[in-house]
């Protein structure tokens, strides 16, 4: 399982089929929470009760479910699309 606060942590974990949990300062972090259905919590509102927190991640750990194989893979369709697209638009 990764804890992490930067977008890229988390796309690179979730890529492999990691079990993701995030903890987000950042709207890029909140947005591919939303976008990957991916629990977390915002610093602004991370629990003062570090019992509540180990007792969440040990569950997530537990029972949480990584991306599936057919999301990861429209998503790496995604990524070339938008890769194709960059290279024309640079190149044209």
């Known amino acids: ?16 089929g990691c079990r993701c949990f995030a903890l987000s ?15 977390g919590w915002d610093l ?4 003062d009760d570090p019992n509540l927190i180990s007792l969440t991640w ?15 893979k429209s998503l790496l369709y995604r990524a070339l699309m938008d890769r194709e697209l960059l290279k024309e638009a640079l190149t044209g």
């Not at 399982?1 to 492999?16: C, E, F, K, W």
């Not at 040990?58 to 990861?72: C, F, Q, R, T, V």
């Open 58 to 72: 040990m569950e997530h750990y537990a029972n949480g479910d990584p991306l599936s194989p057919e999301k990861i």
């Open 25 to 39: 300062y950042n709207p890029k972090v909140n947005r591919l929470m939303e976008d990957l259905e991916m629990p």
């Open 44 to 47: 602004a509102s991370l629990p």
């Open 1 to 16: 399982m990764a804890i992490g606060m930067r977008p890229h942590s988390l796309i690179m974990a979730a890529s492999v």
